[in-house]
């Protein structure tokens, strides 16, 4: 057996690539070629998505089927329909509904009755329709909150049923019946859930009394269609028949004794109002001034509710009944706060209940009322927000409620300029209807929006400071001070915020904080962070990290992650005292977050950022500082095993950055890579994973040779080797994956053994025996993995054989192998023998790869290699030889693989190998 030789210098001339100069980069902006196409479809012009952004926009899908669907006149009153029906969603939400409901007795008979099926008598004012039965007679009966609503299902169904086999009297029977369940308030957190299912119903019904209507209007009794109606039709085309249908069910409805369920079945038909007549606001503010006469405020207010619903299916866009509406609202509430006791109608009970359900039906009204942009001078003006010379009232209190609504929909363009004036208003409302404090937060967001636009802000914040420093509670003057803090930091206002924080700090002191305290503080916090660029100036604030030390639980580890993701969006963190201030920081958000779930993206997270300061943390030309910082670190983060390796790779770049020094004291240069070595040796095993710890070992061995430390490298080669005995291919990742990354692995470190000086009593092959060895008494090492190793190996002594090996360590006293050995008898003959011996396995293990095809493969790569390394002689030939009849009957002899090998090894030697 002889060794190939070669000459590396002319291989590197003979295989490198001619290298010609362009002018401009293959991806710059050049005009884009076009590919021709022979299909139909013609030619394509060729798009490279790296070089080009195409401008063309195109027009969402649901909206073109929506405007499809909807015509342009009927846009509004399509939008209007989804917002009430996304508003019911949430309503019947924000209610829980408790199982078992107390309801009057009337009720009751209507949720538990039977099935009303007799037919009105021809008079109007039949008992049926005039049931004035009181709600209170008979006491109060007891129906699951389950059976209630499964019974409205059954009227919805029961009315469909009727209209569809024309019995339009038991229709309105049954509709009378759903609308009188709007009467009971007996059980006030299930009525905004009645109300919904309630008025489901009323819109059902107007919707089939309009199509009803609308048909006689356009066709005839035999069929024939006399017209078609436009969207926005006058009364005058309307015929006699269709009129007086349409007067028929308003009459109906009008006979109904009971007040709120006739005016919600007369609001459920509002729109045909203009099959009789082209102006219908009269009508409609009748109702409101109709709605008055509803003694229940619950009622009264989701009345209300529905008629502004109804409104909006109206052509004419009058806003009269919204102003009214909201008025009828504020003395509602007014008789409510004034009031010990509140007692109307069937309801008794807390007031601050009835104000609650009651809020829903303020946020829609003052949503409506501002719906316009160009109505809102109009609409704050009848409000009697502003005089008519638009000077704000502000010393006029309003129902803190209604002024809540009212702040979140008013646009900032009319706040900002009269910030001040707001804040009076704000602060003279005070009663219990809603929480000031968060009227003053509203205010104060409402302001953030536009800060630019805000007016007299050191008269601004001096009033926010001192309606913050008279709330008792720490939660609403945080709340307080938290809406206003964009204010303070977009005008650096120093002054303030130092006396803010002192405050904030003394007040914490004192006081035990609760979660929602907690979370006002982190808004403040955060804001702080965010806004300066510098971590530096946030640490030197007055009383910032003395608060920060108060924080505990969530809100402290959001706001650390928040503090290391903005310290990290620098180059470098090199101010001592930061890089402190920080280390606490992660330290902290290390000790609240368990990373054995590693599986959680805040843990994620969290770990990331940690591991982003290590790396940004920069000490200069002061290494020992930075070493004893990874100490720190590895202590202070010790649950955190892949910051471990974060952490070697910056003991590695440490060491390297200390040779780059070229200190005049080499021996001190010397021990602190030493130090840096020592620290990874001690780190590395602590990893779990032995496939990394390799890695480590062997560019914590690469570092040591740089450095000329050969006893430290051969030390780590021996442990890297040393950990292969511990691999579990289970662990973790998929076996196939994992002998990938062995072999890599391996093929690094055979790569690698080739710059290290071999001992001199051992020679060079003491570290690939070792591998030989670990090979054999391994069982978790494959065939195939054991092949290529081997590969890998007999390529090694390959190389080691020749005159002079292809790279050397850079170390001026680090002397190659080339150098120290060859010549030697013994060098020579210890290649042979282990290359001997690897020849022999390689023939041995091929046969024993389970898989047909990968055996196939592996016994052409091993046949490359033998070609490649070794003289092809006869004893090499018909080595070769036997791995290609055997990947030949594994392959198939048209394999591209076997032939391009066959024609490889022929051409190293005048015989034939397999054939060709």
Not at 20 to 40: A, N, R
Not at 103 to 113: L, N
Not at 459 to 474: F, H, N, P, Q
Request: charge should be negative; glycine fraction near 4%; include cysteine.
């Amino acid at each position: 057996m002889e060794f190939k030789a070669r000459d590396y210098r002319d291989d590197d001339k003979l295989y490198s690539l001619n290298r010609v100069s362009v002018s401009s980069h293959p991806l710059c902006s050049s005009p884009s070629k076009s590919l021709s196409h022979t299909q139909d479809h013609g030619s394509i012009e060729f798009f490279d998505p790296l070089r080009e952004v195409s401008t063309e926009i195109l027009e969402p899908v649901e909206d073109i089927a929506v405007a499809e669907k909807h015509p342009a006149s009927r846009q509004t009153s399509h939008l209007s329909s989804k917002e009430w029906s996304s508003f019911n969603k949430l309503l019947m939400q924000r209610f829980p509904v408790p199982k078992m409901i107390s309801v009057s007795s009337v009720t009751s008979k209507t949720i538990k009755g039977s099935k009303a099926t007799v037919e009105l008598p021809a008079n109007t004012q039949s008992d049926e329709l005039n049931d004035s039965q009181k709600l209170t007679e008979g006491g109060f009966k007891t129906v699951s909150q389950q059976e209630f609503i499964k019974r409205l299902h059954e009227l919805k169904d029961e009315i469909m049923r009727s209209w569809q086999s024309d019995d339009r009297v038991t229709t309105l029977k049954l509709s009378i019946k759903v609308a009188r369940l709007l009467m009971d308030t007996s059980v006030a957190q299930f009525y905004p859930t009645l109300f919904v299912l309630a008025t489901d119903i009323m819109d059902m019904l107007g919707d089939m009394v309009w199509d009803r209507i609308k048909q006689k209007a356009e066709f005839g009794d035999d069929g024939t269609k006399i017209c078609s109606l436009s969207d926005d039709f006058d009364a005058n085309s309307i015929c006699f028949e269709a009129k007086e249908t349409c007067t028929n069910w308003f009459r109906k409805i009008a006979s109904v004794h009971d007040l709120l369920p006739r005016i919600y079945l007369e609001l459920a038909i509002l729109p045909c109002w203009r099959f009789l007549q082209d102006d219908v606001i009269n009508d409609l503010m009748r109702l409101v001034t109709m709605i008055k006469g509803v003694a229940d405020p619950l009622a009264s207010a989701y009345c209300r509710f529905f008629l502004i619903h109804c409104a909006q299916k109206l052509p004419q866009r009058d806003t009269g009944h919204l102003i009214s509406c909201i008025s009828d609202l504020k003395i509602e509430l007014t008789r409510i706060v004034s009031m010990k006791e509140t007692k109307y109608g069937s309801f008794l009970g807390d007031r601050r209940l009835v104000i609650s359900l009651m809020e829903p039906t303020i946020e829609y009204t003052m949503r409506c009322i501002f719906k316009d942009p160009n109505q809102v001078g109009d609409m704050i003006v009848n409000l009697g927000l502003v005089n008519k010379s638009l000077e704000l009232y502000g010393e006029v209190p309003w129902i803190s409620i209604i002024l809540h609504y009212l702040l979140r929909e008013l646009p900032t363009a009319v706040i900002c300029p009269k910030a001040v004036e707001f804040l009076h208003l704000v602060d003279c409302s005070s009663d219990y209807s809603f929480d000031q404090c968060l009227n003053y937060k509203m205010l104060g967001l409402k302001l953030c929006e536009e800060i630019s636009q805000v007016n007299t802000v050191d008269v601004l914040i001096d009033e926010v400071v001192k309606v913050a420093t008279r709330r008792k509670s720490l939660d609403e003057y945080l709340k307080i001070l938290d809406a206003y803090m964009d204010i303070v930091l977009q005008y650096k206002m120093g002054d303030y915020l130092s006396s803010v924080l002192s405050a904030i700090f003394e007040k914490l002191c004192n006081e035990v904080v609760t979660d929602d305290e907690l979370a006002s503080l982190q808004s403040i916090i955060l804001k702080l962070v965010t806004h300066f660029d510098d971590m530096k100036y946030v640490f030197d604030l007055n009383y910032f990290v003395d608060i920060l030390d108060v924080m505990h639980g969530t809100s402290r580890s959001i706001v650390s992650m928040h503090i290391l993701n903005n310290a990290t969006r620098n180059d470098h963190i090199n101010d001592p005292t930061t890089i402190k201030l920080l280390f606490d920081v992660a330290q902290s958000l290390h000790d609240s977050v368990d990373f054995s779930n590693t599986k959680q993206d805040d843990n994620q997270q969290a770990q990331r950022l940690i591991a982003r300061f290590i790396d940004k943390v920069d000490h200069g030309t002061d290494l020992d500082r930075h070493l004893t910082f990874l100490v720190d670190c590895r202590g202070a983060f010790s649950t955190m095993n892949d910051l471990k390796e974060i952490l070697v790779h910056s003991s590695n770049l440490l060491a390297t950055r200390a040779l780059r020094l070229r200190s005049k004291k080499k021996k001190d240069n010397l021990n602190f890579i030493k130090s840096c070595i020592t620290y990874n040796e001690v780190t590395i095993p602590s990893i779990p994973s032995y496939s990394r710890q390799l890695i480590l070992y062997l560019e914590t061995a690469e570092v040591s040779l740089l450095g000329g430390l050969i006893s430290h490298s051969d030390g780590l080669l021996d442990s890297a080797v040393s950990c292969l005995q511990d691999v579990n291919l289970l662990d973790g990742m998929r076996k196939n994956e994992d002998i990938d990354g062995i072999v890599s692995l391996m093929r690094k470190l055979c790569s690698f053994i080739l710059m290290v000086p071999g001992n001199l009593e051992q020679g060079v092959t003491y570290l690939p025996k070792s591998i030989l060895s670990l090979l054999d008494s391994q069982s978790w090492i494959t065939p195939k993995l054991r092949i290529k190793i081997l590969c890998s190996l007999l390529s090694l002594f390959a190389t080691f054989s020749q005159n002079e090996l292809p790279y050397h360590a850079v170390h001026e006293e680090v002397i190659g192998n080339d150098r120290l050995f060859y010549g030697h008898a013994t060098y020579s003959q210890q290649l042979v023998s282990l290359s001997t011996i690897i020849l022999h396995n390689i023939i041995d293990i091929i046969p024993q790869e389970s898989s047909q095809n990968t055996r196939g493969k592996l016994a052409l790569e091993a046949c490359n290699c033998i070609a490649t390394s070794l003289k092809v002689n006869d004893e090499i030939s018909s080595v070769c030889s036997k791995l290609v009849e055997t990947a030949r009957s594994c392959l198939g002899p048209n394999d591209k693989y076997l032939q391009s090998t066959i024609n490889f090894v022929h051409k190293q030697s005048p015989l034939s190998v397999g054939g060709k």
